[in-house]
Antibody, heavy 116, light 110 residues
Framework: EVQVVESGGGLVQPGGSLRLSCAVSGFSFSSNWMTWVRQAPGKGLEWVANIKPDGSEKYYVESVKGRFTISRDNAKNSLYLQMNSLRAEDTAMYYC?????????WGQGTLVTVSS | QSALTQPASVSGSPGQSITISCTGSSSDVGGYKYVSWYQQHPGKAPKLMIYEVSNRPSGVPDRFSGSKSANTASLTISGLQAGDEAEYYCSSYTTNTFLVFGGGTKLTVL
């Protein structure tokens, strides 16, 4: 059974930093693209970033470029999202998902709230 | 990066068929086969229903089908059931950034 579990969300002040983690099991993690998607309260899905299996290519939505960094540790079957210079508009549920162009397996999300 | 355009809402009665459209451009929907559709119930994670325009993952009923014409992709649900009531999102590969989602369509089963 595939399991995708995010962690690391919480309340942070504007300008602060947070590191999200995603642990994956029951899935060929090291052979697959991985993706972060977010959803602001009451809003739609927004693709944030994804990363190639070997970590050599990374892509970001324009609004997070230069502030967020996606990374992975294939030895630990884990995906990360380092979020710096956080803004109120980054407040959202952050989902980790398998795949690049489409995502079969999703976690339940971790909530990030940026507020003073 | 603008989201793909979806109708805000659609509705249908049990047993009927509905179609949700997803309009983009030649840089995304029209130019590539990487169009996906997701179903999301309130408070739940999205579920992949269609990938690569018209393929269904294992376990998705064949009542769900996808297609594409020019810059518009479509999701058709036949034999509507109460459990199909949810928000539906399309996504597509895009040359601009990599991936883009539609704004979402709320399906109401009357």
């Amino acid at each position: 059974e595939v399991q995708v579990v995010e962690s690391g969300g919480g309340l942070v002040q504007p300008g602060g930093s947070l590191r999200l983690s995603c642990a994956v099991s029951g899935f060929s993690f090291s052979s697959n693209w991985m993706t972060w998607v977010r959803q602001a309260p009451g809003k739609g899905l927004e693709w944030v970033a994804n990363i190639k299996p070997d970590g050599s290519e990374k892509y970001y939505v324009e609004s997070v470029k230069g502030r967020f960094t996606i990374s992975r540790d294939n030895a630990k079957n884990s995906l990360y999202l380092q979020m710096n210079s956080l803004r109120a508009e980054d407040t959202a549920m952050y989902y980790c998902a398998t795949g690049g162009y489409s995502s079969v397996w999703w976690g339940q999300g971790t909530l990030v709230t940026v507020s003073s | 990066q603008s989201a793909l355009t979806q109708p805000a809402s659609v509705s249908g009665s049990p047993g009927q068929s509905i179609t949700i459209s997803c309009t983009g451009s030649s840089s995304d929907v029209g130019g590539y086969k990487y169009v996906s559709w997701y179903q999301q119930h309130p408070g739940k994670a999205p579920k992949l229903m269609i990938y690569e325009v018209s393929n269904r993952p294992s376990g998705v009923p064949d009542r769900f089908s996808g297609s594409k014409s020019a810059n518009t992709a479509s999701l058709t649900i036949s034999g509507l059931q109460a459990g199909d009531e949810a928000e539906y999102y399309c996504s597509s590969y895009t040359t601009n950034t990599f991936l883009v989602f539609g704004g979402g369509t709320k399906l109401t089963v009357l």
